[in-house]
Structure formats: structure tokens, C-alpha cells
T-cell receptor
Framework: EAQVTQNPRYLITVTGKKLTVTCSQN?????MSWYRQDPGLGLRQIYY???????DKGDVPEGYKVSRKEKRNFPLILESPSPNQTSLYFC????????????FGPGTRLTVT | DAKTTQPTSMDCAEGRAANLPCNHSTISGNEYVYWYRQIHSQGPQYIIHGLKNNETNEMASLIITEDRKSSTLILPHATLRDTAVYYCIVRVNAGNNRKLIWGLGTSLAVNP
């Protein structure tokens, strides 16, 4: 089944403890992206990747890192999480940046205390 | 900032058509209009997109006005499973990134 998977789905952590949210797609998509969703603000793009080893900042990249060493994986790294990074995170992928349809993962709900 | 405005919420009776309006008066000539929906807090799901012409697929129809300043998503026979937040989105060209600019969407409640 074609899908985007994220792990973990739920995470409660403390300020400053490094964490990684994994994202994997099995559709051989070139373009991958991370979003965060907050009440009253909608979805905002954090980082995106046009292809392996090609990543760039989205609208809200501060406090996040990404890597794209393999085509299928696009992990989101929070080196030193803070409470303002408490949010619902979505990974998405598409064949390319100009593809019409993005496929979204199920989401990761992160709480930083 | 979002380039679209939508009603905050709408209701629809099951089996009836749901017509969701969207204003995008500042859209540029080469920017597409997309519709996605999000059920509860699941990942958004693509519905349909268009540039100038009306479009139809197995899920919905998209009607775009001739001046492209507004559009309407039509769910022809709404079911309870169509209860969701519907996002009207403009895709902008930001360098090499074709970015979706998300607003807050319309919360559609389909009632029995």
C-alpha cells in the first residue's frame, strides 16, 4: 500500500532533550516536506527536500534540522526542543515539487514540557 | 499569509450537495487552486485542483469563476464521512519550491 509513515505518533518530552521524528514513504517520491499545525495558524512548512541530499528551509525552520540521505526517508530533528515546539507535525511527499497531489503522513503529536 | 478566505463552518444534510465557497482575489495567473480536506487530526487528503477550467473527479467538482477570484468545491452527495475541515489553497512559486499556502479552512458538518 502506498503510504507515508511517521514515528512516533505521540511523544511527550522535556525541554532540551534531543528527539527525532522519522518519516518514510514507499512511493519513490522525490519531494518531501515537513509541516507543523497549530490552532489558529494552519499548516506551516518547516523544511522541504527536492531530492536526496537537497534540503531547504520553509517558513518556520528555526529550532529544526532535517536530512535526506535516502530517497524514502526524511527525518525531522529537534536538537533542543522547547515548549513552543509543542505541535502536530505532518510529513508529506509527492513525485516532484510541481506534482499536483501531496501525500500526507498520519501526524505526530509532540508535547514539550 | 494565506491567499484564500473561507467560511469558518458550514452544515449540510446527508445526501445533499455541499457547496464550499472560497475567495482568492489576489491569485496570480499561473497559480493553481487546490482543495484538501482533513478528517479529525489525520493527515490532509488531496481532493482536486484547477487553474482556469472547471474540474471534476470521483470525489468532487471544482468551479472556478472566469475572473479566477473565487471558486466553489462541490461534493455532490455528501455523506457523514465527508465531515471534515476543507482547505482551499493557492500554490505559489517560491523559487524552486511550489509551496502550498494553507489557511484555516471550512469545518463542514454533514448531518443525518
Amino acid at each position: 500500500e502506498a503510504q507515508v509513515t511517521q514515528n512516533p505518533r505521540y511523544l511527550i518530552t522535556v525541554t532540551g532533550k534531543k528527539l527525532t521524528v522519522t518519516c518514510s514513504q514507499n512511493m519513490n517520491h522525490e519531494y518531501m516536506s515537513w509541516y507543523r499545525q497549530d490552532p489558529g495558524l494552519g499548516l506551516r512548512q518547516i523544511y522541504y527536500s527536492m531530492n536526496v541530499e537537497v534540503t531547504d528551509k520553509g517558513d518556520v525552520p528555526e529550532g529544526y534540522k532535517v536530512s535526506r540521505k535516502e530517497k524514502r526517508n526524511f527525518p525531522l530533528i529537534l536538537e533542543s526542543p522547547s515548549p513552543n515546539q509543542t505541535s502536530l507535525y505532518f510529513c508529506a511527499s509527492s513525485f516532484s515539487s510541481i506534482s499536483y497531489e501531496q501525500y500526507f503522513g498520519p501526524g505526530t503529536r509532540l508535547t514539550v514540557t | 499569509d494565506a491567499k484564500t478566505t473561507q467560511p469558518t463552518s458550514m452544515d449540510c444534510a446527508e445526501g445533499r450537495a455541499a457547496n464550499l465557497p472560497c475567495n482568492h482575489s489576489t491569485i496570480s495567473g499561473n497559480e493553481y487552486v487546490y482543495w484538501y480536506r482533513q478528517i479529525h487530526s489525520q493527515g490532509p487528503q488531496y481532493i482536486i485542483h484547477g487553474l482556469k477550467n472547471n474540474e471534476t473527479n470521483e470525489m468532487a467538482s471544482l468551479i472556478i469563476t472566469e475572473d479566477r477570484k473565487s471558486s466553489t468545491l462541490i461534493l455532490p452527495h455528501a455523506t457523514l464521512r465527508d465531515t471534515a475541515v476543507y482547505y482551499c489553497i493557492v500554490r505559489v512559486n517560491a523559487g524552486n519550491n511550489r509551496k502550498l499556502i494553507w489557511g484555516l479552512g471550512t469545518s463542514l458538518a454533514v448531518n443525518p
